[in-house]
């Protein structure tokens, strides 16, 4: 039977959405269906005409599995259960949005999301009796029950490119550079990244750290006859009195953001190094996805698909153990995954005598 389904995506944008909507729409062709792309998130579906565009695998012929961004656009902001209004007022404006998706006359719709947008997307699925999957993007790669989600490989390359840049001004300055990344609440870009790009201090905001002990490394690298030090730094992580680093955006958003400057004044001060920082911010987002990105991309699409086909709603295509998977999306909402200090690669930063702040 054919069918007509609808595709968004929701939340920070990340490389590797294009690619997964691309999956989608050609999966979906191959079976007959029809695929409706839903602009903006569900800001799409608040105006009186929902905001859509009819999406056909030709459209994909060209650039756009190579391109980072999404072609449908997003939004992180605006709760529709707690709207904020021009007046400064909050409204309930989910209704508008589960009317959006019936004059639509959807089947089903894919979410492409994180955490955050799966909450509010399963809140609107239940209200309206709208049959969604969901497609797990995030650069931060916090989501439940999924070893990977889209964005995170491109996002963790994009950083250990960033330290591969740094380190020969390092060593031509004799410096200790700072590079803080994104990730939202969990260390996993700052981890990973670090590793690969051979950081001599991780600090993560699942670890404490204690500023001797980075100073003791950083004495440690310069005794063994080495002028430069790299350190990655989480964005989230805190100062020793536990205080937060934000900055306040437009309309009072708050972000995460200048740890790293804070760093680098204690650490100048208490090894005397010439400290730099480098913030790495949307950079990380908007590169071309990296191969592992699309393949994970393709191959989520094509489960989203193939979990319509089979009628299971309310599920989130997952990466587990070498396998495409299928979870409760209330499960790996439930289960958010920040750095395990049990983690290989916790372990595999410690043995190869990398600081985390701690030791
Ligand atoms: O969740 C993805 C993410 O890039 C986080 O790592 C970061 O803290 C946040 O989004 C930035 O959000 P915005 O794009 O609104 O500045």
Same mark, same amino acid.
């Given at each position: ?89 909050? $409204?309930?404006?989910?209704? @508008? ?7 639509? *006359?959807?089947?089903?719709?894919? &979410? /492409? !999301? ?123 992580? $805190?100062?020793?009195?536990? @205080? ?7 309309? *009072?958003?708050?972000?995460?953001? &200048? /740890? !790293? ?99």
């Amino acid at each position: 039977m054919t069918k007509k389904i609808g595709i968004l995506t929701s939340g920070g944008d990340c490389a590797g959405l294009n690619a997964a909507i691309r999956a989608v729409v050609h999966a979906a062709h191959q079976k007959g269906w029809e695929t409706i792309g839903i602009l903006d998130g569900t800001a799409g579906l608040l105006c009186e005409v929902p905001q859509v565009r009819v999406l056909h695998p030709n459209d994909f012929d060209g650039n756009i599995l190579r391109q980072g961004g999404t072609i449908l656009g997003t939004t992180n902001k605006g709760n529709p259960f707690a709207f904020p209004m021009p007046d400064g007022t909050l $409204k309930d404006r989910s209704y @508008e949005i589960t009317d959006g998706f019936k004059k639509l *006359g959807l089947d089903a719709v894919v &979410g /492409i !999301g994180g955490d955050g947008s799966f909450a509010i997307l399963s809140k609107l699925a239940a209200q309206g009796n709208i049959n969604m999957v969901g497609i797990p993007k995030t650069i931060d790669n916090d989501i439940g029950k999924t070893e990977a989600s889209i964005g995170f490989d491109t996002a963790v390359a994009v950083a250990t490119e960033a330290l591969d840049r740094l380190q020969p001004t390092a060593a031509s300055h004799d410096r200790v550079m700072i590079l803080e990344v994104m990730g939202r609440d969990a260390g996993h870009i700052a981890l990973n990244a670090g590793i690969a790009g051979g950081a001599d201090i991780i600090l993560i905001p699942e670890i404490k750290y204690d500023l001797d002990k980075i100073a003791a490394k950083i004495a440690r690298v310069k005794k063994s006859g080495r002028n430069f030090a790299l350190m990655v730094v989480s964005e989230a992580v $805190k100062t020793e009195k536990g @205080e937060k680093f934000e900055m306040t955006y437009y309309g *009072g958003e708050k972000r995460y953001g &200048g /740890i !790293g400057q804070y760093l680098a004044g204690k650490i100048a001060d208490a090894t005397e190094s010439e400290t730099r920082v480098t913030v790495l911010g949307h950079v990380q987002r908007g590169s071309p996805p990296t191969c592992n990105d699309r393949l994970l991309a393709s191959a989520f699409g094509a489960k989203a698909v193939d979990l319509i086909d089979q009628k299971k709603y309310n599920r989130m295509v997952a990466w587990q153990n070498r396998q495409i998977v299928d979870v409760a999306i209330a499960d790996a909402i439930a289960a958010y995954q920040e750095v395990n200090l049990n983690d290989t690669l916790v372990q595999t930063a410690r043995a190869l005598g990398i600081c985390l702040g701690d030791k």
